[in-house]
């Protein structure tokens, strides 16, 4: 069983920045791919960013330049540098990996969401 637990979700004003983490754990053989997804009520999940085992990222085009998306594998962690937020920006965000457990199974997971609000 593997669990993740986001982190640094709050109140940020317009052009501010949040650095978001998920962490995650329990029987972990190896992580393939992390990334973060953002929902507002009555809309689909979206793609936010994502990275690879070998570190090639993928952004939505709405974020690229302003958010980063890092991973640091010795921690089982993957961040989301988030800058210059916008109010449309508000959402919950979620991180999404791809882990093989030590059993072989590969899973698909998601932490339990952090929520961002941008606002004055």
């Known amino acids: 069983q593997v669990q993740l637990v986001e982190s640094g979700g709050g109140l940020v004003q317009p052009g501010g920045s949040l650095r978001l983490s998920c962490a995650a754990s329990?029987?972990?053989?190896?992580?393939?791919?992390m990334g973060w997804y953002r929902q507002v009520p009555g809309k689909q999940r979206e793609l936010v960013a994502a990275i690879t085992s070998v570190g090639r990222t993928n952004y939505a085009d709405s974020v690229k330049v302003r958010f980063t998306i890092s991973r640091d594998n010795a921690k089982n962690t993957v961040y989301l540098q988030m800058n210059s937020l916008k109010p449309e920006e508000t959402a919950v965000y979620y991180c999404?990996?791809?882990?093989?457990?030590?059993?072989?199974?590969?899973?698909?997971?998601w932490g339990q969401g952090t929520q961002v609000t941008v606002s004055s």
């Open positions: 329990g029987s972990i053989f190896g992580i393939n791919a």
């Open positions: 999404n990996e791809i882990i093989t457990e030590r059993t072989m199974g590969r899973y698909e997971y």
